[in-house]
């Protein structure tokens, strides 16, 4: 692929939409009255309660929890899954499984007819499912399965995002496959929907951190060095095999290296493999690499030693002994603008375009666009509403209204508006009955907020009473071990929820001097220098407590810190 077609693709697929057929994927149907139950004493996470509908991450390892493959799996009925797989580890899959398979009423069905998988993704790719489906693409999740007829076309529908954006797979039978991508061009039009080349594909995928089995992880990996453990893996179900060796490492520490970006400084791609090291030392190995567009660096995976995982920290190594500049980085290295941000400024694009043109019918489009990537962006119903009521299309503009009462049957908005556009119409009885509909819901919604200010209120008072409880009680610790850890942690929370920041800082900071991983003590203490305008004394502790987050491999942290102390350092403080 040239330069040119990465450039023209790549910015498609960050701002619009694109589609590329799935042809290293595969679907596999498992049928038993037993299969959750099986599944769920096999693998990783928690299929047992799954809705109808809804599906996950998954994985699968052995005793030693190392990564024998890893997958999705979507509940089509009480009996029935489909699981998603790269081809290339579904026979592995099923094999290892069937190694623990007696009796179970479960049996695999590899030769399932929806063999066409199609990726279809990008921000705007809820708009164009959409227009494919007539069903409101946004409100599903990640993971959820639903069947859709498309032109005549039974095609099952997954929400799985391959490069970082919205996104869903389209699996129909491979004699429709030709329709399927002719009905995806022409719902596509609107957005300008493309295919795209293999090589944008991965360089998507790889700006989204998400790494591949085989070349990014394999059967040498334990399952948290691979990151994994944050989507595929419940700390909440029963056993399945390899789960003491994960429950373990979760709860005593962090794997020696994990899977963690790194941006390199010189512009050459490392090679596979590539040995990163500072001076004799090794620190880590190279996977996947890319030249990255939304960065303008080079990015790469790689697995890097603990006491080198901290993000933004540039280090002088040596990649298979040739000298290079590397600085760390959190994965994903591109983050997307959610679904409602994205809403929000088309809405501000169409109305500036409203006030400027007499045409309303590119900010119409914009609005429409809005909505379908956020079926719930209640302000862009209301402005398109507006203009299609000034182009007299009154019954597009009920129907509209419509569908936001149905959504959100709350909405007070969609009922007012209905109410207007009846009185238009000369409907005064269905403009009454929705006026009386907005005001019942106005009235509910003051009663609940009522009741909802009294439950906090009383709430209020019995956390006040805990909390006076707790900081007499780890005074009382306190007393007879000055530096215990729960004690002086518990107290240092509760005064910095409480306002007494002053007092907060004493036993914050005996935690961080002799605990020196607790990772959630040096973010509760950098907040509570910010509450006191000490900015500069916390970014230092934010930055100490990233480096013991990476170390430990407290993600939730760590990325609060990175945020906080990045919100810092652009403030100029």
């Known amino acids: ?104 009423d479960l049996a695999w069905n590899t030769e399932t007819p929806f063999n066409f998988l199609v990726a279809l993704q990008g921000p705007k790719s809820p708009v164009v499912l959409e227009n494919l489906t007539a069903s409101v693409a946004g409100l599903h999740t990640t993971h959820d399965i639903f069947s859709a007829n498309i032109g005549g076309i039974e095609t099952w529908v997954i929400c799985k995002n391959l490069t970082g954006e919205e996104g869903y797979i389209l699996a129909c039978t491979a004699d429709r496959k030709e329709d399927l991508l002719q009905a995806l061009h022409q719902a596509g039009k609107s957005v300008g929907i493309a295919p795209i080349h293999s090589e944008t594909r991965e360089t998507l995928r790889i700006e989204a951190g998400i790494p591949i089995y085989g070349r990014d992880m394999d059967k040498n990996h334990i399952l948290p060095e691979t990151g994994l453990e944050h989507t595929s893996v419940s700390y909440h179900k029963g056993c399945y095999i390899g789960q003491e060796v994960i429950a373990r490492i979760k709860t005593y520490g962090s794997p020696a290296f994990a899977l963690m970006g790194i941006i390199l400084e010189d512009g050459e791609l490392p090679a596979m493999d590539a040995t990163i090291k500072i001076k004799t030392k090794k620190i880590g190995v190279v996977k996947s690499s890319v030249y990255s567009p939304s960065l303008g660096k080079v990015i790469a995976l790689a697995y890097l030693q603990k006491d ?17 500049t590397i600085t760390t980085c959190l994965l994903p290295f591109y983050q997307t603008a959610g679904k409602t941000a994205r809403a929000k400024q088309l809405h501000q694009q169409a109305l500036a375009q409203f006030k400027k043109e007499e045409n309303l019918d590119s900010p119409i489009a914009l609005l429409r666009e809005a909505i379908a990537l956020d079926p719930k962006y209640a302000p862009g119903y209301e402005a398109l509403g507006v203009m299609l009521s000034k182009q007299n299309k009154l019954e597009e503009a009920i129907a509209l209204m419509k569908r936001l009462a149905e959504i959100d049957p709350q909405e007070i908005m969609a009922h007012t508006n209905l109410s207007i556009y009846y009185m238009q119409q000369g409907r005064i009885e269905d403009a009454e009955m929705e006026k009386g509909e907005a005001t019942a ?73 002799h605990y020196r991983d607790h990772s959630a003590a040096y973010l509760v203490l950098g907040k509570t220098l910010e509450k006191l305008s000490r900015k500069e004394e916390a970014a230092e502790v934010y930055k100490k407590g990233i480096e013991a987050a990476s170390k430990k491999g407290d993600l939730m942290p760590l990325r609060d810190m990175q945020t906080r102390l990045n919100q810092i350092l652009h403030s100029g403080s």
Request: charge should be negative; proline fraction near 2%.
């Open 441 to 513: 819901i106005q009235f509910e919604k003051l009663v609940e907020e009522n009741q909802a200010k009294k439950a906090r209120e009383k709430q209020a008072s019995q956390n006040k009473e805990e909390q006076e409880r707790q900081v007499e009680m780890f005074h009382k610790v306190l007393e007879i071990d000055a530096v215990d850890q729960v004690a002086n942690f518990g107290l240092g929370s509760i005064y910095l929820d409480t306002g007494k920041y002053e007092e907060a800082l004493g036993p914050l900071k005996t935690v961080v001097e």
């Open 308 to 324: 080198f995982r901290s993000p933004d920290r540039t280090y002088e190594v040596t990649l298979n002994d040739a000298p290079t």
């Open 1 to 104: 692929m040239t330069v040119t077609m990465l450039t023209e693709e790549h910015p498609q697929a960050r701002e619009g939409c694109v589609y590329f057929i799935l042809d290293d994927w595969c679907l596999v149907e498992a049928k038993g009255k037993d299969t959750f139950s099986f599944l769920q004493s096999q693998t990783t996470n928690d299929v047992l309660n799954l809705a109808i509908g809804a599906g996950l991450s998954n994985a699968l390892v052995d005793r030693k929890a190392r990564l024998l493959c890893n997958f999705s799996l979507h509940k089509t009925s009480d009996t029935t899954a489909l699981v998603l797989v790269e081809t290339h580890q579904r026979d592995t899959l099923i094999n290892q499984l069937e190694e623990y398979h007696f009796r179970e």
